[in-house]
């Protein structure tokens, strides 16, 4: 069994398990989980593993969006984790993007094929473990403050390190500058909010931290290919066509 599904979760923590293995893969926002006593927090550019048969309390806001993996078999490196939260590599978190775009549209025909190729990136992760407890505070000040200025000083308060030394650190565990990580996270959150939210474009501008509607339609573009406005209406007439 493979089965690849966009979901959100309820705020209120609910508790549940099942016969399966899971991977929970967030897209924008976190989740809150609780197994076997501990809590844990996945964030974006993590994987979540879930073994089959485990008991686990999860939540998240309601604006949360996550790619979820059900499967009956799971490669054999994941299933003897010391944690259940681990990094993704560098070529996973792009691949992730496509994903949801192919579930999005309801793309029958390429989404076995995209499916086979996540399962081949799958056999191939290398499991990293988790972030820095303090670059993770600086990573989960972040998520919370999207539409905020946010500046380098304030979010090296928040890791509790020097300028210098939160620049060295994030990029040495994250692959990217902190500039870099905040901006993709925004935009990610951008996607999500304009395909689940009845926002102008200005208002998911301000609320993914531009104040210029133009500057962040401009940035949109140049990653995803595409402008805000096109990016949604390719959704809706994929929707209609389905």
């Known amino acids: 069994m493979l089965s690849l599904s966009i979901r959100a979760y309820s705020p209120i923590q609910l508790s549940h398990s099942h016969e399966h293995h899971q991977l929970v893969l967030p897209l924008a926002g976190r989740l809150n989980l609780l197994i076997n006593q501990q809590q844990f927090q996945v964030g974006t550019a993590e994987c979540l593993v879930i073994l089959a048969g485990t008991e686990h309390g999860f939540s998240a806001a309601e604006q949360c969006r996550f790619l979820v993996v059900d499967l009956t078999h799971l490669p054999a490196h994941l299933l ?65 403050h999207l539409a905020e200025e946010l500046d380098l000083v304030k979010l090296a308060s928040k ?8 620049k060295q650190l994030f990029r040495q565990q994250l692959g990217r500058s902190p500039g870099q990580y905040l901006t993709t996270l925004r935009m990610q959150h951008s996607r999500t909010l ?12 301000l609320e993914c931290g531009y104040q210029s509607a133009s500057a962040f339609s401009a940035r949109f573009s ?6 805000p406005q096109q990016f ?3 959704q809706y007439r994929g929707s209609a066509k389905a």
Do not use: C, W
């Open 80 to 144: 003897h984790l010391t944690q259940p939260v681990f990094q993704l590599s560098a070529r996973m978190q792009p691949y992730l993007l496509v994903l949801e775009q192919l579930l999005l549209q309801q793309n029958q025909q390429l989404l076995p094929t995209a499916q086979q190729f996540f399962l081949q990136l799958l056999e191939a992760e290398q499991p990293a473990p988790a972030v820095d407890k303090r670059v993770r505070q600086a990573l989960l000040y972040m998520q919370d």
């Open 159 to 166: 890791a509790s390190l020097s300028l210098s030394q939160f």
């Open 194 to 205: 304009l395909l689940f939210s009845n926002l102008t474009v200005q208002q998911i501008a």
């Open 222 to 227: 140049q990653l995803f290919g595409q402008s």
């Open 232 to 234: 949604r209406g390719q």
